[in-house]
């Protein structure tokens, strides 16, 4: 019975391989980054917030979703701010440059490689006090438009869908201090994924592989991908 167990088991695993590469031609974020296959497919999409500008109209929910590219190969995270009854939602993905071999198994083959979450209830607010904060910031930054960042960068994304209207805002180091931005950590105050953050500096080599992120004109979405 163990060597069927096991042939099953093994199955399940070629299986989920195959789901994945079947998935190739489906592009567009819908609602988790954590599988490896799947956040190679999306990530675009997601850093881009194409389901948030999707959603984006007059008397909707207000949404903001923050990306950090600490260096792609060294560490990502995102952080997803939604209201909820009597407060709001953080939902935290990250990983540092290391997989957690201690994930690996047959029932979850990625997940040395998978995205720690953690979802996190924080006051109106806390909540405030975050958007406050990405403002003020917002307001000293450069405009999205236009900006170009690598893979081998370090920058934060932000797409918001506030009071119906959509909008990008980019920091990318150096043009930006990161390390002074006000809204980094209150996000890090409630970020209970246990994966450490590396601020932004500077990084001789390991460019290899890497891939590039552009905003469009209107700053409301990514071109050249």
Aim: include cysteine; charged fraction near 20%.
């Amino acid at each position: 019975m163990t060597g069927i167990w096991r042939i099953r088991k093994f199955g399940r695993w070629l299986a989920v391989l195959a789901l994945a590469a079947g998935l190739a031609g489906c592009t567009t974020y819908r609602g988790e980054t954590g599988n490896p296959f799947e956040r190679a497919l999306t990530w675009f999409s997601y850093i881009g917030g194409e389901d948030i500008r999707a959603s984006c109209r007059v008397n909707g929910i207000d949404r903001y979703r923050f990306v950090y590219n600490g260096h792609y190969r060294l560490e990502i995270r995102g952080y997803d701010l939604t209201p909820v009854g009597g407060g709001a939602e953080l939902t935290v993905r990250a990983r540092g440059p290391g997989g957690n071999v201690k994930r690996l198994s047959f029932d979850e083959p990625f997940g040395p490689w998978s995205l720690e979450k953690d979802v996190a209830r924080i006051t109106n607010r806390q909540a405030a006090l975050i958007v406050r904060s990405l403002s003020d910031d917002a307001a000293a930054a450069l405009p999205a438009a236009g900006q170009s960042m690598q893979s081998y960068d370090f920058f934060w994304i932000v797409s918001a869908c506030s009071q119906g209207r959509f909008r990008l805002n980019v920091f990318r180091w150096p043009k930006t201090d990161m390390n002074a931005l006000a809204f980094v950590p209150l996000l890090l105050e409630h970020d209970g994924s246990g994966v450490p953050f590396g601020k932004a500096r500077d990084i001789e080599g390991m460019q290899q592989y890497s891939f590039g992120v552009a905003i469009n004109a209107a700053g409301d979405g990514l071109v050249g991908r």
